[in-house]
């Protein structure tokens, strides 16, 4: 069993910076890959950005590529994103997931949820 919780949202100007944070409990952190998924009002939850358990791998949603970055640090147990150049389409909740088997954008490859953080972008 994997506990998620993310922090680190909130409203933010147009081109602007956030960085979101997700601590992981279990001593089994690397063995998951972690993603990044968004959900706007009225929207399906769509993908962000993943990392592989090693760190070695990243993959980003177009819409994001440039501006998103992920990363993880292992041995805090702990996944980030570091939100740049912020656009008021990125309003949404944040949550992120934990993978056993891999670093995939699709949302059914994520065992494990965290509750969300919400980010709001004004114009």
């Known amino acids: 069993q994997v506990q998620l919780e993310e922090s680190g949202g909130g409203l933010v100007q147009a081109g602007g910076s956030l960085r979101l944070s997700c601590a992981a409990s279990?001593?089994?952190?690397?063995?998951?890959?972690m993603g990044w998924f968004r959900q706007a009002p009225g929207k399906e939850r769509e993908f962000v950005a993943t990392?592989?358990?090693?760190?070695?791998?990243?993959y980003y949603a177009d819409s994001v590529k440039g501006r998103y970055t992920i990363s993880r640090d292992n041995a805090k147990n702990t996944v980030y994103l570091q939100m740049n150049s912020l656009k008021p389409g990125d309003t949404a909740v944040y949550y992120c997931?934990?993978?056993?088997?891999?670093?995939?954008?699709?949302?059914?490859?994520?065992?494990?949820w965290g509750q969300g953080t919400q980010v709001t972008v004004s114009s």
């Open positions: 997931a934990a993978s056993s088997a891999g670093a995939y954008v699709n949302r059914d490859a994520y065992d494990y």
């Open positions: 279990g001593r089994t952190f690397s063995m998951y890959a």
């Open positions: 990392i592989s358990g090693s760190a070695g791998r990243t």
